[in-house]
Every structure is written in structure tokens, then in C-alpha cells.
């Protein structure tokens, strides 16, 4: 049986599907031990501290989030330079590099830590979507279509959320699923995106 070498690109696929698989198993384990917590009314930052004035921080929900997020924005940051290697996509890896440490800033700044806290959440909100659509031009196949959809998906969800306040249509869903709505459809590109980097040796997509 012939032996191959695992790739660059394949590194970068296997540490953002270990980030992404960390955060969503984490986070529910966070929820499922926070009492009361509620996916309709509450953020998912609500699971490290509740914003000012009522700052209610519950552990071990907040250390379980805190740690979880930092990880994944860690192996995000790590993931887009091993892409930047590979794929020679500068715009890409720098917008995914971005959203990586603004989830490392999440981590660092939960609600209690007010404007700094909101300030490091949009950034993660704006430049993670953005890196989805961008990545279209780094892979092919279905994928090169369903990373931009979801990406702008996720920038109409921000949209309403912060202009529109509770006249937003996604409100339906409470607070809490209407971020849901923003966040997942990324998590779940992340996913794919992992899985295309995992199958392809070379950035052209054959095995070495």
C-alpha cells in the first residue's frame, strides 16, 4: 500500500474541524450546566458572563466557554496561515486570520467587559461571513456556491440584529436564535470547509 505524506492544507482542514467539533460539544455541555439558560432569550456570551449591570457569571459554564472559544479561534488563526502556505490566498487568510483572534477577544473580553466585549463580537460576526465568501475562490464544486450563501446569509442575520433591534424578522426566534441564526450557518461552513481541506493533498485538489 502506498503511503502519503499529509499536506499542509490537510494540517489546516484537521485543526479547524478539531476547533469546530470542540466548540459546538463544549457549548452545549456549557448550556446543559447552566441553570435556567435559556437558547431563545440568552446569547451564547451569556454562558461566560451576562452584560452590565446584571453581570451573573456561572461556572463552570463561563471557564467551559471562555476555553472553548479561545481554542477555536487559536486553530483558526493557525488554520489560515497553513492555508496561506498551501493556497497562497492572502485576502482569505488574512480575513479568516482576523476572525480567529476576535473569537480569541471573546474569549479575553466576556460581557461583563461591556463596549470592548460587543466590539470583539461584531468583529468575529463581520469577518468570519466575510471569509466564507471569500473563500469561494480558493475551492470547487458545490462548495464554491453554498460559502457565499451562507456567508451573506450570516451578514443579513447581523444586519437586522443591529439595525433593526426587535423589528428584525429573525427576532421570531428570541435573542438568543436569532444569533444562533448568524453563528451556525458559519460553524457549519467551517465544518465543510475543513472536510474540502482534509480530502485535497494540493490546493488543485489532487493527493500527493
Given amino acids: ?8 492544507a490537510q494540517i489546516a482542514g484537521a485543526l479547524l474541524f478539531i476547533g469546530v467539533l470542540q466548540w ?12 435556567g439558560y435559556s437558547i431563545r432569550a440568552n446569547d451564547l456570551s451569556d454562558l461566560a458572563s451576562t452584560i452590565p449591570p446584571n453581570v451573573s457569571p456561572m461556572q463552570p459554564s463561563a471557564m467551559l466557554f471562555n476555553a472553548s472559544t479561545f481554542a477555536i479561534g487559536l486553530l483558526s488563526l493557525i488554520s489560515s496561515v497553513l492555508i496561506h502556505f498551501s493556497f497562497g490566498s492572502r485576502l482569505f487568510s488574512i480575513l479568516f486570520g482576523v476572525s ?38 480558493m475551492v470547487k464544486g458545490p462548495l ?3 460559502s457565499p450563501a451562507i456567508g451573506i446569509f450570516s451578514l443579513v442575520v447581523l444586519f437586522f440584529a443591529f439595525y433593526s433591534g426587535t423589528a428584525s424578522p429573525f427576532q421570531l426566534f428570541g435573542r438568543g436564535g436569532e444569533e444562533r441564526m448568524l453563528v451556525y ?16 493533498g494540493r490546493p488543485d485538489g489532487q493527493d500527493i
Fill in 100 to 137: 480567529g483572534l476576535f473569537a480569541m477577544g471573546v474569549a479575553a473580553f466576556p460581557g461583563d467587559a461591556g463596549t470592548m466585549h460587543g466590539l470583539v463580537a461584531l468583529g468575529w460576526f463581520t469577518t468570519a461571513p466575510l471569509s466564507a465568501i471569500v473563500s469561494s475562490r
Fill in 185 to 200: 450557518p458559519v460553524l457549519l461552513w467551517m465544518t465543510a470547509f475543513a472536510g474540502y481541506l482534509m480530502a485535497s
Fill in 24 to 35: 459546538l460539544m463544549i457549548v452545549l455541555a456549557a448550556e446543559t450546566l447552566f441553570p
Fill in 1 to 8: 500500500m502506498k503511503l502519503r505524506s499529509i499536506s499542509t
Fill in 144 to 146: 464554491a456556491c453554498f
